[in-house]
């Protein structure tokens, strides 16, 4: 583990007293436990950790599965099972750790619900990759230009999407919207079914739907009403850090969890991460890297300019009031992934410490790919055969060995961000002084390494789980135990360990970034 510290079972004098506001307020009489809850792309984990005033402490974490349901043609979430398992996962830490004081929800971007007036789900929440919405996109932007939406909204809205996802059941007049009461994101959801209170929706989340105002403040009535979106579906946003309420006697009875409250974190998976950085801020380029990577800088404006437009960057709330993320995500180990399940099923099962080795022993062949080539998102066929297809579209030399598919795919990954970072720097005009690699790609130091190299820049890595840890630092932040992002970040410096990287004349990544636009890997 990258945490240096072990539990410590002092009491720190703290207890809580609830205010009119919501808030929980801190005096010294007793140690914080806190429970987090993150629902990635491909799975989810959660974490039981104590504050003794002083730092984080992580207990264990408990992995869980998040799959997705085929059912004919439709694909869809399967929240109920995301649930069960969170449930499960907060039993098992109350009888291991006893009953926490609080849990909080954060979960990758686009996952919502239906509910109808009682506050029942109305029909099976759709997958982004359902095929209702394979054209929904041009249908969308024959009715309101791209780049019109990008000025309204500061997003620029790919497939997986909660925008075009609403807009096809808009456009299709399904029934289900007019019995819908509320739309309901994933971590507001999981609010809902812990403590039965509904009635906001958490900005950080909402800003990342394509559906909110580019100042992130409120709901995009405009384009809702360009594309015939009911408004009424949609809760008023609030910033995370606060108490929800307690959680309802049928979660108790199940889980033990008696006295629990459950805290509104930032819902979105990425904002939690970058609030958990130690030493963030301006002229720092974060990268969230796993299945997919998000990765951008903190402004205290939204950037709706041409540039940002041209070059595929979007905005969103960092969480705390007129600070933004200016950002970009893309396919990560989504396809690592892909060509480890493909080679388990024919027999060679690779562990994260072979995968690491097999990239830095291998050759490298000088070939990348185009990380956002859509045929790797197809959710059937080969992986190998697509991306050799694609090398050998762009006249590139094609691995030989799955040491060096590793290596390609890593180089692949070095090779993106080092083109978004020239792109903040050159097209953005925001100055760069290091890199900070958090979340699962921090396991990798190959990989750490070569993004230094590539990027010619500085780099930090650290914190596997850092879109958990800071999904409890909002929770402390909602109990009033801290009260600024500085604080955030200075409890998370006193708690957890980074590791430097120094940029290395590896190899000649510019000369091999510049035959990369000459293939129209990148964007100039």
């Known amino acids: 583990s990258l945490h240096d510290a072990l539990p410590i079972w002092v009491s720190s004098g703290r207890s809580n007293i609830l205010n009119e506001f919501g808030k929980v307020e801190a005096q010294m009489s007793k140690r914080y436990h806190v429970v987090g809850v993150d629902c990635g792309a491909s799975g989810g984990k959660m974490v039981s950790a104590y504050f003794d005033g002083e730092r984080l402490t992580e207990n264990e974490y408990i992995p869980f599965p998040n799959r997705s349901v085929r059912v004919l043609d439709s694909l869809y979430h399967d929240f109920f099972s995301l649930y069960n398992h969170s449930l499960d996962g907060l039993a098992r830490i109350v009888s291991q750790y006893g009953a926490p004081d609080t849990i909080g929800f954060d979960t990758h971007g686009s996952a919502h619900a239906y509910i109808d007036g009682y506050g029942r789900i109305v029909f099976p929440p759709y997958h982004p990759n359902d095929n209702s919405t394979l054209h929904t996109l041009e249908e969308l932007f024959a009715k309101i230009p791209e780049q019109e939406t990008f000025r309204l909204t500061g997003c620029l809205c790919n497939r997986g999407y909660m925008l075009p996802q609403v807009f096809s059941r808009a456009a299709a007049h399904d029934p289900c919207m007019d019995y819908a009461d509320k739309l309901i994101m994933f971590p507001d959801l999981f609010g809902y079914f812990y403590t039965g209170v509904k009635g906001t929706a958490e900005a950080t989340i909402a800003g990342t739907t394509g559906l909110f105002d580019y100042r992130q403040e409120r709901w995009s009535t405009e384009l809702c009403e360009a594309l015939g979106i009911p408004t009424r579906l949609f809760m008023p946003p609030k910033a995370p850090g606060w108490v929800l309420g307690p959680v309802h006697p049928a979660v108790e009875d199940q889980t033990g969890a008696v006295g629990m409250k459950v805290v509104s974190v930032a819902g979105h998976d990425s904002a939690s991460a970058v609030a958990a950085i130690p030493g963030f801020g301006k002229n720092?380029?974060?990268?969230?890297?796993?299945?997919?990577?998000?990765?951008?800088?903190?402004?205290?404006?939204?950037?709706?300019?041409?540039?940002?437009?041209?070059?595929?960057?979007?905005?969103?709330?960092?969480?705390?009031?007129?600070?933004?993320?200016?950002?970009?995500?893309?396919?990560?180990?989504?396809?690592?992934?892909?060509?480890?399940?493909?080679?388990?099923?024919?027999?060679?099962?690779?562990?994260?410490?072979?995968?690491?080795?097999?990239?830095?022993?291998?050759?490298?062949?000088?070939?990348?790919?185009?990380?956002?080539?859509?045929?790797?998102?197809?959710?059937?066929?080969?992986?190998?055969?697509?991306?050799?297809?694609?090398?050998?579209?762009?006249?590139?030399?094609?691995?030989?060995?799955?040491?060096?598919?590793?290596?390609?795919?890593?180089?692949?990954?070095?090779?993106?961000?080092?083109?978004?970072?020239?792109?903040?720097?050159?097209?953005?005009?925001?100055?760069?002084?290091?890199?900070?690699?958090?979340?699962?790609?921090?396991?990798?130091?190959?990989?750490?390494?070569?993004?230094?190299?590539?990027?010619?820049?500085?780099?930090?890595?650290?914190?596997?789980?850092?879109?958990?840890?800071?999904?409890?630092?909002?929770?402390?932040?909602?109990?009033?135990?801290?009260?600024?992002?500085?604080?955030?970040?200075?409890?998370?410096?006193?708690?957890?360990?980074?590791?430097?990287?120094?940029?290395?004349?590896s190899y000649d990544w510019d000369g091999d970034y510049s035959k990369g636009i000459q293939m129209g890997l990148y964007a100039e």
Request: proline share 5%; aromatic share 10%; glycine share 6%.
């Open 284 to 505: 720092k380029l974060y990268v969230c890297l796993g299945t997919n990577a998000n990765m951008g800088v903190e402004t205290d404006r939204p950037d709706i300019s041409d540039a940002a437009y041209r070059y595929g960057f979007k905005n969103s709330l960092q969480g705390e009031p007129g600070a933004f993320l200016v950002y970009q995500d893309f396919p990560a180990f989504l396809l690592v992934n892909a060509v480890k399940k493909e080679w388990a099923q024919q027999g060679n099962t690779y562990s994260y410490d072979q995968v690491e080795q097999m990239a830095e022993e291998a050759r490298s062949v000088h070939s990348y790919v185009n990380l956002k080539d859509p045929r790797f998102l197809k959710a059937h066929g080969s992986i190998i055969e697509a991306l050799t297809e694609h090398l050998a579209e762009t006249g590139q030399t094609v691995p030989a060995t799955h040491g060096e598919w590793i290596r390609c795919l890593f180089e692949s990954i070095a090779m993106w961000i080092k083109q978004k970072a020239l792109h903040v720097m050159e097209k953005l005009n925001i100055p760069l002084e290091e890199i900070v690699v958090v979340n699962g790609g921090a396991w990798y130091p190959q990989l750490v390494q070569m993004i230094s190299d590539a990027s010619h820049l500085p780099t930090r890595s650290g914190m596997p789980y850092a879109t958990l840890i800071g999904n409890l630092l909002w929770q402390l932040r909602g109990l009033n135990v801290v009260s600024s992002m500085e604080e955030m970040r200075d409890l998370a410096a006193r708690s957890f360990r980074m590791n430097s990287f120094e940029p290395r004349k």
